[in-house]
């Protein structure tokens, strides 16, 4: 998608720390207000509701302009979370660096910092953030559900999984510890072996998040079902029409036989720091989303209410 199919929009803003209720807990900041990326199953398009936007989701982006973070120490020890709603390098970035600027407003924060992108436009920073991750706690993750390309066409406009995969190595390479989210893991699509094999060596973390079906993306996801895994529709009625969790709780316990496999750990909702030992990624499990939100990433659930 070229940027001139986006409305470009410009918003000033007091402060671009926000309290979050991710199940990481810290602050989440987001330098953009919606994202070209156009991901189908983002939950994040629910933000129309606040910043009045007409277009459709994926068709508009808001820059930021906020006043400077003046104390940044203010925030050390503190988990920030980068992009948790609107990719800090969506294609815009290219342009307007905005998630270069906060990047240079926090290197020396000392704060526990995550980066969280399906993009390598992250390589053009990394003399700075290799300069920041001597300062900080600093990680960097990419989206993958998949390595088929069509399926990611299908499911997004965001650049290939093999630059996502190249891009974490590069990074991973550079002494900063990075982690491959499987996320949105799709029911009878997504093969997590698979994407195990292809990036063990080049993530210090692996993470597992379900498709959650909510809100107006709900029906579009199970049409596309519909039409492009015929095979695949009475799975996905049983899990989210029917609320059955077995699916999940057989690729939970298939995670844990991989993890002792490779002999990786295995852990529940937390977010261990740590590089892990080259090939032994830790693997987390963070499946069921309302579960997890608020937990503030104790290794602890709110059980229990269904998908």
Not at 23 to 39: D, E, F, M, Q, W
Not at 166 to 180: E, H
Not at 195 to 211: G, K, M, S
Not at 268 to 282: L, S
Request: glycine share 6%.
């Amino acid at each position: 998608m070229g940027q001139q199919e986006i409305k470009i929009g410009y918003v000033k803003t007091k402060n671009i720390m926000t309290k979050s209720n991710l199940p990481l807990g810290g602050y989440s900041v987001n330098p953009y207000i919606g994202c070209p990326h156009a991901c189908k199953y983002c939950y994040a398009s629910f933000m129309k509701r606040f910043t009045g936007h007409k277009e459709d989701w994926g068709k508009f982006a808001d820059v930021k302009d906020w006043v400077k973070i003046k104390n940044p120490k203010k925030y050390e020890g503190q988990r920030i979370v980068i992009g948790s709603v609107t990719d800090g390098y969506n294609p815009l970035e290219e342009k307007f660096a905005n998630t270069r600027r906060l990047l240079e407003e926090l290197q020396d924060s000392g704060a526990d910092i995550l980066i969280c992108t399906k993009s390598d436009l992250v390589l053009r920073d990394l003399e700075l953030l290799k300069k920041m991750n001597r300062n900080n706690k600093l990680t960097v993750s990419w989206s993958i559900n998949t390595l088929d390309e069509n399926f990611r066409k299908d499911m997004d406009e965001a650049v290939s999984i093999e630059r996502r995969i190249s891009a974490m190595k590069k990074v991973y390479d550079a002494g900063i510890r990075t982690v491959c989210f499987i996320s949105p893991f799709f029911p009878g699509i997504t093969d997590f072996e698979t994407i195990f094999e292809r990036v063990r060596n080049q993530c210090d973390l692996v993470w597992l998040e379900n498709l959650n079906l909510r809100g107006g993306f709900k029906a579009d996801i199970m049409k596309y079902i519909e039409q492009s895994y015929s095979e695949l529709v009475p799975l996905y009625e049983e899990i989210y029409h029917k609320k059955n969790r077995s699916y999940f709780e057989a690729v939970e316990k298939k995670a844990r036989e991989i993890a002792e496999k490779y002999e990786c750990r295995f852990v529940d909702n937390e977010m261990p720091y740590e590089r892990a030992k080259a090939g032994k990624p830790v693997i987390v499990d963070y499946f069921y989303h309302e579960e997890v939100r608020g937990s503030e990433n104790s290794g602890q659930r709110n059980k229990k209410m269904g998908l």
